[in-house]
C-alpha cells in the first residue's frame, strides 16, 4: 500500500524537529551560562517555535476524551483546553516515535537471535563491516589454531552480542510503553476534569506526568549500572537520564497562576527532548547495522567489477590510442547484415519470385495438376 504524500512530508518534518531539538539541547549544555534568564528565554523561545512548526502530527492513536472536549463555550476555557490537548498530544507524539525507532531495531535483533549457529558466525564476520570482518577473520583463524573450535567460540560471541542488544532494547520498549500506558490512564481518570474544568484540572495532570518521568528516569537509569564489563557496545554510555523537576511549592498549590502553568508546561516540553536525546544516543548503541553495513561484500565486488570493467574498456577505446571497440562494432555490424541478407531477405525473395512465377504461368479460367503441384511445393517450402 502506497504512503500519501503528505504523511511522508509530515514525517520528515517530525524528523527535523526531534534532531533540531536533539542539536539545541546539546548547545546549551555546552554553554556554561545555561541557567540565566537570558538564555532561559532564548529556550523557552525556541520550543514554543518547535511546538508550532510541529502542529500537524502524523496519525496516531486519539485521546481518551469524552467526544465533546474540542467545543467550549468560554475563550478562556477554550484557550486552556487547548494548552492542555497540545501537551498530551506531543507527549503521545514523541513516545510512539520512540517506541517505533525501537521496535524497529528491535525486531532486527530478534530475527537473528532465531538463526543457525552458522548464520551468526556469518553475521559476526560478513555483515558488520569491513573492519568487524578483518578483526573476525584474525580472531577466527587464531582460535583454529590454537584451539580448534574457533566456530563455536564465534557462535557464542555472535550469541552474546545480539542478546545484549535484545536485552537493552527489550528494557528500554517496556519502560517506555509503562509510561505510555500510565499516561493514557491518568488521561482518562481527569477527562472529565479537564474538559469541565481545564483549569483546575490541568495542575493536577501536570503534577501527575512529572511523577511519571520521574518513575521513567528510575526505570531506564538502571541500564547503566547493569552494563556488562566485557560489553560489546564501542564506547560510553551516554549522561545520566535526569529529569526537571516541578518545585515543591507548585506541588503543593490548589490554584496556579498562569505563569506557573506556562513553566510547568515548558519544563515538560524539556524533559520530553531531554528524553529524545537520551533514547537517540542509546538506541544509535543498539541498533541494527544499515544496509551498507550489511551488504558491503556485494557492493564492493560490485565496485569492484565495475572498475574492471571501466579499466577494459578503457584500454580498448580510442581514447588510449586503440580501434579495437571500433572495430568489434564494425564486424559486429557486418556480421549482422550478412546473416539478415543470407537467411532471411534472400530465401523470402526467392519463394515469393516462385510464388509470382507459378500464378503468372497458369491459365486465367483453369488451373492444371501440375500449377496446383507446383503451388503446394511452394508453400510447403515457405513453411519449412
Known amino acids: 500500500m502506497e504512503v500519501p504524500a503528505e504523511n511522508e512530508s509530515m514525517n520528515v518534518k517530525t524528523l527535523i524537529s526531534l534532531y533540531s531539538s536533539k542539536l539545541w539541547n546539546r548547545i546549551i549544555g555546552i554553554l556554561p551560562s545555561y541557567r540565566s534568564n537570558f538564555l532561559a528565554k532564548i529556550s523557552n523561545l525556541y520550543l514554543q517555535t518547535i511546538r508550532a512548526r510541529s502542529r500537524r502530527r502524523r496519525p496516531s492513536l486519539p485521546l481518551p476524551l469524552p467526544p465533546h472536549s474540542r467545543s467550549f463555550d468560554s475563550t478562556v476555557t477554550r484557550m486552556e ?14 513516545l510512539f516515535l520512540n517506541l517505533h525507532n525501537i521496535q524497529k531495531n528491535l525486531q532486527f535483533w530478534q530475527s537473528r537471535a532465531e538463526v543457525s549457529n552458522a ?13 568487524a570482518f578483518v578483526n573476525g577473520t584474525v580472531q577466527f583463524i587464531l582460535e583454529c589454531v590454537g584451539q580448534g573450535s574457533s566456530l563455536q567460540l564465534l557462535s ?5 552480542h545480539i542478546s545484549e542488544r535484545i536485552t537493552i532494547l527489550t528494557s528500554l520498549r517496556y519502560s517506555l510503553a509503562t509510561f505510555l500506558a500510565q499516561v493514557y490512564m491518568d488521561i482518562d481518570k481527569f477527562g472529565e476534569e479537564l474538559v469541565n474544568d481545564p483549569e483546575k484540572s490541568l495542575p493536577s495532570l501536570l503534577v501527575t506526568i512529572n511523577c511519571l518521568f520521574s518513575n521513567l528516569e528510575a ?3 538502571h541500564l547503566h549500572a547493569t552494563r556488562p564489563s566485557n560489553s560489546s557496545v564501542d564506547g560510553s554510555y551516554s549522561f545520566p537520564l535526569v529529569f526537571e523537576k516541578l518545585p515543591d511549592v507548585n506541588q503543593e498549590g490548589s490554584q496556579w497562576t498562569d505563569c ?8 515538560i516540553y524539556q524533559n520530553l527532548y531531554k528524553l529524545d536525546s537520551y533514547l537517540n544516543f542509546l538506541v544509535a548503541k543498539h541498533c541494527k547495522p544499515r544496509k551498507l553495513t550489511l551488504y558491503w561484500i556485494r557492493y564492493t565486488c560490485g565496485a569492484v567489477g565495475l572498475s574492471v570493467c571501466t579499466v577494459w574498456l578503457l584500454r580498448h577505446s580510442s581514447l ?6 571500433e572495430n568489434w562494432v564494425r564486424e559486429a555490424r557486418d556480421s549482422t547484415a550478412t546473416f539478415w541478407s543470407e537467411h532471411v531477405e534472400q530465401p523470402m525473395l526467392s519463394i515469393r519470385d516462385e510464388l509470382f512465377e507459378t500464378f503468372r504461368k497458369r491459365h486465367r479460367g483453369v488451373m492444371e495438376l501440375e500449377d496446383v503441384q507446383l503451388t503446394a511445393n511452394s508453400l510447403h517450402r515457405l513453411i519449412d
Open 81 to 94: 483546553a487547548s494548552r492542555v490537548l497540545d501537551v498530551l498530544e506531543d507527549i503521545l507524539e514523541h
Open 119 to 131: 548464520r551468526k558466525a556469518y553475521f559476526m564476520i560478513f555483515e558488520r563491516g569491513p573492519w
Open 156 to 160: 557464542q560471541s555472535a550469541s552474546a
Open 219 to 221: 526505570a531506564i537509569g
Open 260 to 267: 506557573e502553568i506556562r513553566d510547568s508546561i515548558n519544563l
Open 320 to 325: 588510449m590510442g586503440s580501434n579495437d571497440i
